[in-house]
């Protein structure tokens, strides 16, 4: 078999990158968990209906199929019958699709408000580019309740996310929040003939210059100039704190859902004001709207600063009917950070690595071949304290063992000696010393690869 | 939308199950980190002449196609440029195939030896039963080198995977582990005329008589009935200690191959000794063949007593080519663990499980809703500490807001009082005593969910 080459839109990462996504992972499971949400898991498929079900083919869902779907040997009569689970399924492309059709499938047996975590992959057919992959991992986060979801989770999903987010060794990262009532609330005080059509319009203004915008306001949303004015004097407004409530009102707009989503929009930037800080900001941004039209409160993105092209990061909101069998809705609010989209471009500029690619702290070098019952002796007992450790493949020369280890960044190597002399180095300052496996221990630090960013250390 | 059904094949866990599929995969992992193997993830997908290298079409792989493969609105021609990325993928349906391709691929990149886990999903299409599923979740260790990989890789790998294994909270288990070099020495040694050739009759002995497998080693592995009682004599010997290699001496055979093979088996079982004990053994068991062609020497199957209907629940060996780009090989060693074919039906029948539905230690009691903010603040300062907490949904009674945290199985509820007069109580006990949120902390046990297991309480 000749070397094979990577597929566009899947990405793979080497044993040192791979570090980092773990960690991060880590560090998302650990403060999700802190905050009661529960790790779940999907299966990676959904009927067809299930993934259509919005009529956004456009996700470009990957269909299955099995290879010997029509008969194989043995057993072809029962490979049929049951062969229609199989007809229709594709992949899931986002993990909340899978997460309704969850909470409803086992609603009698979820205590609510049910809080998930859940990290997993999914897939979209879509054209590969710079953060975005036909592949990718997302972390996702919601409260579902049955019936009605007080809006305290707003609150809540907001700062959770933003704690997650803002322990992370990334760059700066702003989460902006907006609420839906309160532009579309606006929209109406103003006089809009239709209200919810401004909002796909307003929502262009990452793309199109606000003099395109205006024009569309005026032409397809049916306003007046000096209400398209209104709308775009409202979308300018930006603040890390409560602040933005005074600049609302001296607008001069009155309406009585605008005052809902004021009210609702204050308390999630209020409520995060302690995450706020030089690396994570919550920003009130009132041009935010999502054009989805499932969202109907609080509405989420997160950016990376410097990482504008990258476009959101994350996002999510306030859905009234996460799900609904007919009789009993289920109301959410959930937030997605996508992995693969924020760490694969940081990892392949090099901003982003692990210190080393293999979790050994400690390498045990070989004398002879003979002395490796002993160089495992003293591998199990430092294992035994929590001390990742390997030994040396074979009993080369100790200055090739010793580059063995550098080349993997292990930070120590053991030395085992007569009669129970052991030596451990620290490779990077050459500093060797006496040591005893069963007390000795390497500093924090250097317990588990550590992720470098190269931003940081400027 | 009506209530979705399961789709068979495609196991899910509720809650308080996935706690038991989280901390067994946890404790793998730290168990494989300790040891100095590096976490990889490969894609899901591989190029379909890949996956039917071996021509193993019955390995039932899901094929995927894109449900807007040919031409859509915007980028056609763009789309149809790259679609042959897309065309002709499967999902892997183990985790070696991806790991020999990706060897290869990032050959010039890794160090070796290389050591990897990996936990990922895995997808067949083949027929639901217990323990078999569509989807299912394995976990890997590999150890793989350029051109050569000595022999003490696999003491390594059954020591590591019999560790893992030993300390999960599952039924007493058997790692049993033979040698191919040592059964095809001895066939040969025996006079066989096609030694390879009798190892897969020989491997019929789980499935059917010991005088059916005489038969077939007479009619198809042209044997001479002294000749197949001799190999027959052989598959009968099982110890879990080198007392084997008497047993196999004892038969008289002699030969140079099978003596290798005996060295390397007695290694094997001698280097796991220290696991072996009441809840898991290592076993030299000279009946195991594994029909697969491609192992070449050590060779090991994972069993789980009093589960012997889902035979094993993992395998593997050492294969002397897992990957050649045609000038250079890359042998290998290594073992596979599934994890969904072992826990699912251990959850299922109630075996396993979590013993809560939520990572929460504590729920914070409201008296109020207006003392959500105080009752934030208290969760805040445990969560600080390591301590998982949720505040409660509403101000309920207290006595329904303890019983909302006993269902969810949280240990732990706190009331926040007047001036600072905190309390907590442990729900299963009754007792409530004062606490300061800066100092109180649960016993460990209660800190993170637990697997409970019905068999091990007996």
Chains 1, 2 share one sequence.
Request: with cysteine.
């Amino acid at each position: 078999m000749s070397k094979p080459t990577p597929l566009s839109g899947f990405p793979e990462l080497l044993p040192a990158q791979r570090v980092v996504e773990q960690q991060v992972t880590d560090s998302l499971r650990r403060t999700f968990e802190l905050h009661g949400f529960a790790g779940l898991e999907t299966r990676a498929v959904e009927p067809m209906d299930q993934l259509l079900r919005k009529g956004e083919t456009s996700k470009e869902v990957y269909v299955l199929s099995r290879l010997q779907a029509d008969g194989d040997a043995g057993g072809a009569a029962g490979e049929a019958a049951d062969g229609g689970a199989d007809s229709g399924m594709g992949l899931h492309f986002d993990l909340t699709v899978p997460f309704a059709r969850y909470v409803l499938e086992n609603a009698g047996k979820l205590e609510f408000p049910f809080r998930r975590y859940q990290i997993q992959k999914a897939w979209r057919g879509e054209r590969p580019q710079e953060g975005r992959f036909r592949e990718f991992t997302q972390a996702d986060i919601d409260v579902v309740m049955r019936d009605e979801l007080p809006f305290h989770f707003d609150v809540e999903v907001a700062r959770v996310m933003a704690e997650a987010l803002s322990t992370l060794p990334l760059p700066p990262m702003r989460l902006r929040v907006n609420n839906r009532k309160l532009i579309e609330g606006f929209y109406r005080g103003v006089g809009a003939p239709d209200p919810a059509a401004v909002i796909p319009i307003v929502d262009k203004l990452d793309k199109l210059s606000t003099q395109a915008v205006a024009r569309l306001l005026v032409e397809d949303g049916g306003l007046t100039e000096e209400q398209a004015k209104q709308c775009l004097a409202l979308a300018e407004i930006e603040a890390t704190d409560t602040s933005f409530v005074d600049q609302v009102r001296a607008l001069g707009i009155r309406d009585e859902l605008l005052d809902t989503g004021i009210e609702e929009l204050a308390a999630v930037v209020d409520g995060c004001a302690s995450v706020n800080g030089a690396r994570f900001a919550v920003v009130a941004s009132l041009s935010l709207a999502r054009g989805l039209d499932y969202y109907t409160g609080t509405v989420f993105e997160i950016y990376m600063d410097g990482y504008e092209s990258l476009r959101s990061v994350g996002g999510g909101g306030r859905y009234d009917a996460l799900a609904s069998d007919g009789r009993t809705t289920y109301p959410g609010v959930g937030m997605s950070f996508g992995i693969s989209r924020t760490l694969v471009p940081l990892i392949n500029r090099g901003v982003l690595s692990g210190n080393r690619s293999v979790p050994s702290a400690v390498l045990v070098a070989l004398a002879t071949e003979q002395s490796r019952e002993v160089a495992n002796h003293v591998a199990q007992r430092l294992r035994g304290r929590g001390i990742p450790t390997e030994v040396a493949a074979s009993a080369l020369k100790f200055g090739k063992q010793i580059r063995n280890a550098e080349r993997r960044g292990i930070p120590f190597v053991w030395f085992p000696g007569e009669g129970g002399n052991h030596q451990v180095k620290d490779i990077r300052s050459g500093e060797q010393v006496d040591a005893d496996a069963d007390v000795w221990a390497p500093p924090t630090a250097d317990l588990r690869p550590q992720v470098t960013s190269k931003e940081q250390d400027q």
